[in-house]
């Protein structure tokens, strides 16, 4: 087996394009981020057993789930507020994905300052809060808020709230699929394992 590094989604979904109606096809797998297709639903034409997607929003939050990263603030800090903090970025993220604009906004620069905060959570005139996908990210971020959002969220906490220290999301990243044997990246390599030919 080879593997490939396409870069991202689109680059994949863009191979994947060309070779449909192939032989070449069948000699292939498709690993992707889910990404926002999470929350929208995956497009039919993507609907495809050569195309397997990360269990959340992207790898970055199977790592999180997996790692148990909430298990190891709960033991360090405290994890109600953590919770706390997390609403409050979750009410921009909510925005972000209804104005469909940036959602690289860090937590570091997100709790920079009260303004920062308030900036990012304001209603634009007329605007309306969307309360529906509110709730659904609250109930499951886990899965839904943006892996490489939710990963650095869980380092910046762990860190007294520093852009670095002893936790980083790096050596989670390395770490989860060499140590854990079970979970959602293990899953994925299963679904691997079983289109290849033995």
Not at 67 to 77: A, C, F, L, R
Not at 90 to 119: D, Q, Y
Not at 147 to 176: C, E, H, P, R, V
Request: charged share 20%.
């Amino acid at each position: 087996m080879s593997l490939i590094a396409a870069g991202c989604r689109p680059n994949v979904l863009k191979v994947f394009e060309e070779i449909k109606d192939s032989n070449e096809l069948n000699n292939c797998i498709f690993i992707v981020d889910q990404d926002t297709w999470i929350i929208n639903g995956i497009p039919q034409k993507y609907t495809h057993n050569r195309i397997l997607t990360t269990s959340g929003y992207s790898i970055e939050n199977d790592v999180y789930i997996d790692s148990k990263i909430e298990d190891i603030i709960d033991t360090h800090k405290n994890i109600n507020e953590y919770k706390s903090h997390l609403e409050k970025y979750i009410t921009w993220f909510t925005l972000a994905i209804s104005r469909n604009s940036s959602l690289k906004i860090t937590p570091f620069k997100f709790f920079e300052s009260e303004n920062n905060i308030n900036n990012f959570t304001s209603l634009n005139n007329g605007e309306i809060f969307n309360n529906q996908l509110h709730q659904d990210l609250i109930n499951n971020y886990h899965y839904k808020l943006r892996g490489k959002n939710l990963l650095s969220f869980g380092a910046w906490f762990l860190n007294d709230m520093s852009t670095s220290g002893y936790f980083n999301t790096q050596s989670w990243m390395i770490q989860t699929p060499i140590s854990i044997d079970n979970g959602h990246i293990q899953n994925l390599f299963n679904k691997v394992g079983e289109l290849c030919p033995s």
